[in-house]
């Protein structure tokens, strides 16, 4: 992020709350993070694994399968291709979850995870959302951490919600993100950034 974007995010806060520019300025600039290309169903497999725990306990399941998938001297995007209902459960899988990484698996086998960039994010969102245990919130962190876009809003986000509401009161948070368009993805990292430090 260029220091004028970060001023724009600064000046873009301050009519709506105050208190949420502050906090911006404090927090410095921020952009995507970058992570390893393991391919789209690797990816969603992760977010998989993080859905309804807390990022500790998905960081420990993750970090077990990298760990099986190096045991095998295996790509993470081959081991989890390969994975079957037993290795994924002795990683930490539920039951659910596994079915979930099992259907990422045969929809990858099928060609659906196929360019999954440049294409609208409601049409890959769609096409996603076929597979077992795939939703719109999947859809969108797919689009935020691995396709990088610059404006999708996660509404479906507990954390992004709880935080925004914080600074913005009755206000919607869809309506109020729109005024960070086309950078409302960015918004959103700013808000994970401050979820981790305002008290529940």
Not at 118 to 138: K, M, N, Q, V
Not at 151 to 167: H, S, T
Not at 174 to 185: I, K, L, N, T
């Amino acid at each position: 992020m260029s220091p004028e974007l970060h001023q724009w995010f600064i000046a873009q806060a301050a009519p709506l709350s105050p208190r949420l520019a502050q906090d911006i300025a404090a927090l410095g600039p921020v952009w995507f993070p970058d992570r390893a290309d393991h391919g789209p169903a690797a990816y969603l497999a992760r977010v998989v694994v993080g859905q309804q725990i807390s990022a500790a306990a998905a960081r420990g399941i993750w970090a077990r399968i990298e760990a099986a998938a190096e045991a095998e001297s295996a790509s993470l995007g081959a081991f989890l291709a390969a994975a079957d209902l037993a290795t994924l459960r002795r990683c930490g899988l539920s039951g659910n979850k596994v079915k979930a990484v099992l259907s990422i698996n045969a929809a990858a086998a099928g060609g659906a995870l196929e360019a999954v960039h440049g294409i609208a994010h409601a049409d890959r969102s769609e096409r996603l959302c076929r597979i077992w245990g795939i939703g719109p919130w999947s859809c969108d962190m797919l689009a935020i951490f691995y396709c990088r876009e610059p404006d999708i809003w996660p509404q479906g986000d507990l954390a992004v919600a709880r935080v925004f509401r914080r600074y913005i009161g009755r206000r919607k948070p869809e309506r109020a993100a729109a005024r960070f368009a086309p950078y409302r993805s960015v918004l959103a990292l700013y808000l994970w950034r401050l979820a981790a430090s305002v008290p529940t």
